[in-house]
């Protein structure tokens, strides 16, 4: 399967709510910060993280490194950036720019991090109905798709895959509506499994799709366009929603992911030998 190729410089970005209107720089990684008293911070992230695997190595990583815990709530991009706006949690890992910029422009977060990237793939049944395979251009493969009629399975659930997806059909010309356009409200790793049952096509981040090789057998039938770069930031919550301890904690967690230590534990988190997620902290 081809890796991940480097992108494009990563896009600014955000979402709307707050009433705060304050915005800082990202503070530098400092990896040898003193950690602050043990807490337990919460963080909303989307369901890649969690689903591709990665979260299972780079949170234990941490706490060891800080005696701080993290408990994840993982939902699309949309429902963890309205989890930060309600002051439900502390921080964010999420991939969608546009809303997180207006996040932190409204005053709900405080700068944006970035820390890693991948990249969307269109996947579809070996048979590939639609003719696509080899495709590299995504807009188009979505319009064949339409135009076959040919089964899609939609995350619609206001996910940062399902915000590229709708942006992908808008930049086809394309209203996705019909009895072969399905709407899950579902998570990455279902949307694969339900894809895979109804031999149909999907979007999906790359390392969800590799995370579940061994349960569906859909195949990459494009990849490669510029418009599927995928980036993910960290957002530490509006601080006034938070104690000076929490507030320490979660500066920790983001100076570790984007320190040398956490961004190598990125880096080497791999399925089948194949690295999921680019790190790309300054």
């Not at 909303?44 to 299972?56: H, Q, V």
């Not at 064949?144 to 930049?171: M, P, Y």
């Not at 149909?200 to 859909?218: F, H, N, P, Q, S």
């Not at 320490?248 to 990125?266: K, L, M, N, R």
Request: glycine residues 10%; hydrophobic residues 45%.
């Amino acid at each position: 399967m081809p890796t991940v190729a480097a992108a494009a410089v990563l896009g600014l970005l955000a979402f709307t709510g707050c009433k705060r209107a304050t915005q800082s720089a990202p503070a530098a990684p400092a990896a040898t910060k003193p950690a602050p008293a043990v807490t337990t911070i919460k963080m909303a992230t989307t369901t890649s993280t969690e689903n591709s695997g990665l979260l299972a190595v780079l949170l234990p990583a941490f706490k060891a490194a800080t005696g701080i815990e993290v408990q994840v709530i993982a939902v699309g991009t949309g429902k963890a950036i309205k989890h930060g706006e309600n002051g439900d949690v502390d921080v964010l890992l999420v991939h969608d720019p546009e809303a997180e910029e207006k996040f932190v422009a409204q005053g709900c977060g405080v700068a944006r991090v970035a820390v890693m990237y991948n990249d969307f793939v269109i996947v579809g049944p070996p048979a590939d109905p639609a003719g696509l395979k080899g495709g590299t251009d995504a807009a188009s493969c979505l319009a064949k798709i339409a135009a076959a009629r040919a089964t899609f399975i939609s995350r619609g659930d206001a996910s940062g895959t399902h915000v590229k997806e709708q942006t992908l059909w808008k930049t086809a010309g394309v209203t996705p509506e019909g009895a072969w356009y399905v709407s899950a409200g579902q998570g990455m790793g279902p949307v694969l499994i339900m894809a895979d049952e109804k031999l149909a096509y999907t979007l999906t981040d790359r390392a969800t799709y590799i995370a579940y090789g061994e349960k569906v057998g859909l195949v990459i039938v494009c990849e490669g366009d510029r418009q599927l770069f995928n980036p993910y930031t960290v957002i530490a919550v509006d601080p006034a929603k938070q104690s000076p301890v929490k507030q320490a904690s979660v500066q920790a967690f983001i100076d570790y992911i984007t320190s040398p230590a956490g961004q190598a534990v990125i880096a080497g988190f791999k399925v089948k030998g194949q690295q999921l997620f680019t790190p790309c902290a300054k």
